[in-house]
């Protein structure tokens, strides 16, 4: 279960990464929308509703997750940018799942995810090394640097298309 919840392991921070980290996440964060996008393509509604592992959410579910997190995470980055050390707010993504926008065509979540990443790809290309790190307040995972939260971040969009793909690649779509 471990391997279906987790398909490219569990998030890993690096301890002093390079500016050629950095600008590897930037390049990852702009490719995001169109990963999902290719990741969903030619999926019917049958396979759209499917979940992704036995008691997860279905492929539908995590693109609109996905668009849910990243306009949390950008709003994050942006006041540990413009305040000091903030406490960002959570939300309960359970609940958020069951609510009806999910029910939305995830195209919608895919241009969502498209404007939000060139919005906050314009930011990250105009940062100096010492605003990463700058810090906000997680109530879940404590105070985080902005350079461990984009980390996370590329982190998780890429986990949860891998989610989506590994799905696709045990049922043969």
């Known amino acids: 279960m471990e391997q279906l919840r987790y398909p490219i392991g569990r998030f890993e921070r690096i301890e002093q990464p390079t500016q050629a980290n950095r600008d590897k996440w930037v390049t990852d964060v702009a490719e995001t929308a169109d ?69 939305v065509p995830i195209e919608v979540s895919i241009q969502l995810l498209e404007s939000i990443h060139t919005r906050f790809v314009a930011v990250l290309r105009s940062l100096d090394p010492s605003d990463y790190k700058k810090t906000f307040t997680s109530p879940v995972l404590g105070v985080l640097s902005l350079e461990t939260a984009l980390q996370r971040f590329v982190w998780h969009d890429r986990h949860h298309i891998a989610q989506i793909a590994s799905l696709k690649e045990r049922m043969g779509w």
């Open 35 to 103: 990963l999902v996008r290719m990741t969903v393509l030619n999926l019917n509604q049958e396979q759209r509703l499917t979940p992704y592992r036995p008691g997860g959410w279905t492929v539908q579910q995590v693109v609109h997750h996905m668009a849910d997190n990243d306009i949390n995470a950008f709003l994050r980055f942006k006041r540990a940018l413009t305040e000091d050390s903030p406490v960002a707010s959570s939300y309960r993504e359970d609940l958020w799942a069951e609510l009806s926008d999910y029910q």
